[in-house]
Structures are given as C-alpha cells and as structure tokens.
C-alpha cells in the first residue's frame, strides 16, 4: 500500500499570500509529534521565507504520528523510510511550483528525513537543516550526485543528547561533509531539544542560503 501525506499546516491566512518565486520552508517534525510542533519556529525565521509544515504518515498515539517506525533505534527499515520520503516528493509534486526553493527542515526522525529527501531528489532542494537527526545507514543512488552538487545543509545538536545514540551521530557526521556544503554546529548541555542560540544559526543559515 503506497503512503500518502494529507495533513499540512500552512502560513496563517492572515499573513501574505504566497508569492512566486519565494522560497518555501518545508518542516518536519519528529516521531510521536505533529506538524503544528515545528511550524512554532516559523516566527523566528527569516521573513521571506514561507512555510509549510506536514503531519507524518505512520500513528503511534491519539496525538502523536511518525515517518517510520522505530525497530532498532538509529537503523530504521530502509524501504519505510524510502517510503515515506516517496509520499513528501508526491506531496510537493501536487502542491509546490517545481521552480520554487524548498529548504526542508527537520528534527531528530524529520531531520533523518531531511537527509533522506536530498538523497531521493538532489536536485529537488536548494538547501536542508537537520536539527538533532541523523542519516538512513544504506548507500543511494543519489548519493553521487551529491557528492558533486554539495547542497548547503545545517547540522545542529546539543553535546547531552540522550535519545540519539553516540554512534548514530558519528554516521550522519560522518557521511554530511562528504555529500554536503555543511554548518556543524555542536550546543554545550543541551539535551535531545532546540535551543534559542541554535534558531539564531539556523536563521542566519537560512540568511546566506536565500541571499
């Protein structure tokens, strides 16, 4: 059975209309959350940008939702997470003008995503911020476009972090500087979590990306 993404928040109605031409944020939140979690972040984000911000596939909880589920943590099924990437490109396919910059950005499994989504469309995405994630343990076909295009991508993480494991982060360490234009950034005592100091990097990433 295919999956199919059909819940999204979008800018508020009461804010501009979106305009051709300006680029889109594209949020995705982490396992047992929802897409009104990150869209929270939209305001301390540089203004230009619109956003929109999709519920993941997969129940977990009344509330709560995922883009795969957890069998081994840090090494999900390779085919649900191809899966679920498949149906966000579907999503933007239908939804998303193909000339407009998306930059998505994701926290722990939504940051996996974010990987994912350069990996399975490299040339789909002007830009990626992944917030405390990590990267799909297989080798894809779009890796070697990446290894040439090296799209700018974000990679912030707190030192305390507990729910993503040491060798996890080691990997996407690892595998981000060889398939991106990458900004590390490591947050003394900050747990599995956003801090302010981080938004305010990621919003200056996000300033240099769409200049």
Known sequence: MSVVIDVA???QASEPPRAAGRPLLLFLHGFGSHEGDL???ASFLPGRFDWVSLRAPIVVSASGYAWFPITTPGL???ASVISSTAAILD???????ASTPIVPIGFSQGGLMVTQLLRQAPARFAAGVVLSG???DAELPGDAELETTRPPVFFGRGDVDEVISPETTARISAWLPRHSTLTEKVYPGLAHSISAEEL???SAFLDDVAS
């Open 39 to 41: 869209a929270g972040l």
């Open 76 to 78: 999900p099924d390779p």
């Open 200 to 202: 305010a990097d990621v």
């Open 9 to 11: 928040v979008r800018r």
């Open 134 to 136: 990590f990267s799909l």
């Open 91 to 97: 999503w933007l396919d239908a939804n998303v003008d």
